[in-house]
């Protein structure tokens, strides 16, 4: 402990608060943090995520303070300030990916729920405009189609 008149330093209560694990009441009075994911803030690595019941900004998106500890089991996490509970994890998907879970997956190039239907024919909705220059890769003009 340092000579600062008995108190902690902030590092000191970091470890003193890293060390502490969670009782029940703690984790039930926790808010919770879904889609959640470890990034680092300022030097520092935060929580962010999808908080639900959280006592000072209700729900929504927030970036924790910084996180002193994660569960092994990543059930929970402890912050300088508060514990709480962990959800399900943030997974990076892609938007194809995302409209293949909606969707469901494209068999072949022409079918899928986003394909065009069978009597589907492409057509020029500008007949009348003229088509820009076109040239090869030296310069040279091409016909037009």
């Known amino acids: 402990m340092t000579q600062n008149k008995g108190r902690l330093s902030a590092e000191e209560w970091d470890l003193f608060v890293a060390r502490i694990e969670p009782t029940d009441i703690d984790l039930m009075a926790a808010p919770v943090l879904d889609d959640w994911r470890v990034m ?27 996180v002193l500890r994660i569960a092994d089991d990543e059930s929970w996490l402890r912050t300088r300030n508060r514990f709480y509970r962990l959800g399900r994890r943030y997974v990076h998907r ?52």
């Open 40 to 66: 680092h803030r300022r030097g520092v690595p935060c929580a962010f995520g999808r908080v639900t019941d959280h006592p000072q900004h209700g729900t929504g998106h927030l970036t924790t303070s910084e």
């Open 94 to 145: 892609t938007t194809q990916e995302i409209a293949e879970q909606v969707m469901g997956e494209r068999t072949s190039e022409r079918s899928g729920p986003w394909a065009p239907h069978p009597g589907f024919q492409a057509r020029d909705h500008f007949p009348d405009l003229p088509l820009p220059p076109m040239e090869d890769d030296q310069g040279n003009s091409l016909p037009q189609p």
